[in-house]
């Protein structure tokens, strides 16, 4: 294998080595072939792969796929299990407030207030109605008693 520019051009023609003597260009272009030509010699050849490489590597990507969808497939069939208990703590808690509900102690009706004392008390509410006159009358006969 040649080693240098000179050793390559040694075998070629005659008409190629006065060329390359005095054309720069094809000289740095010998120069690189005999770089390329170390470099390459320098490297480790690649293993080639054995005839069930593809076979094996196709097997763990199907083995791995079949683990990952068992896995989901387990976290879907909890869901039903959860859905009837879910569904007995809403129908219990359902019963349990219609019976708290329908039990539930009446409040005794609100004492009814003055309607002044309800004007002051609330300003967005509507203004109260004005007496009509039998209150009135009933009202001021008390207050000459």
Request: proline fraction near 9%.
């Amino acid at each position: 294998m040649a080693e240098t520019c000179d050793a390559l051009l040694e075998f070629a023609p005659a008409a190629l080595r006065e060329h390359a003597q005095a054309c720069a260009d094809c000289r740095d272009a010998a120069d690189d072939l005999v770089t390329l030509r170390k470099l390459l010699r320098d490297l480790q050849p690649v293993p080639v792969a054995g005839p069930f490489f593809a076979s094996r590597v196709m097997a763990n990507i199907a083995a791995q796929e079949s683990v990952e969808r068992s896995r989901i497939a387990a976290v879907w069939l909890a869901v039903p299990r959860f859905a009837s208990r879910l569904s007995w703590i809403a129908a219990a808690t359902l019963v349990f407030a219609c019976g708290w509900l329908y039990e539930r102690p009446g409040y005794p009706p609100a004492q009814p207030q003055s309607a002044s004392a309800f004007a002051s008390e609330h300003l967005f509410d509507p203004p109260a109605l004005p007496p009509n006159h039998d209150d009135v009358l009933v009202s001021l006969s008390e207050n000459e008693q």
